[in-house]
């Protein structure tokens, strides 16, 4: 499935992402892709679900070709890898499929 175009589109879907948080851990996290949307600032908002059960939203860059996120079907199981920024923000920086996916 594409990325949903905004928010309003994902709402009239009946999808409700008030419980994704910005991730503030830095780390590789097992996860499972949600949702995906396009953002207004040439970015890419993903929501996951970590294997823990923690609902986290981020976002991927046009500089970064968007992590691949794009071509990544909801429902896939990924590896993301979270750094931590000088500003003190951990920022997603890598994203894999896990074996079989």
């Given amino acids: 499935m594409r990325a949903y175009s905004s928010l309003r589109q994902m ?11 910005t991730n503030e851990r830095d780390g590789v996290f097992a996860a499972r892709l949600d949702y995906k949307r396009w953002g207004k600032n040439r970015n890419i908002l993903a929501y996951f679900t970590f294997e823990d059960g923690n609902k986290v939203m981020a976002s991927a860059w046009q500089n970064t070709g968007y992590l691949g996120i794009p071509e990544i079907e909801e429902g896939a199981l990924l590896t993301l890898t979270f750094e931590r920024a000088k500003n003190g923000i951990s920022y997603l920086r890598k994203v894999e499929r896990n074996e079989g996916q």
Avoid: E, H, L
């Fill in 11 to 21: 709402q009239d879907s009946g999808i409700c992402v008030d419980n994704y948080k």
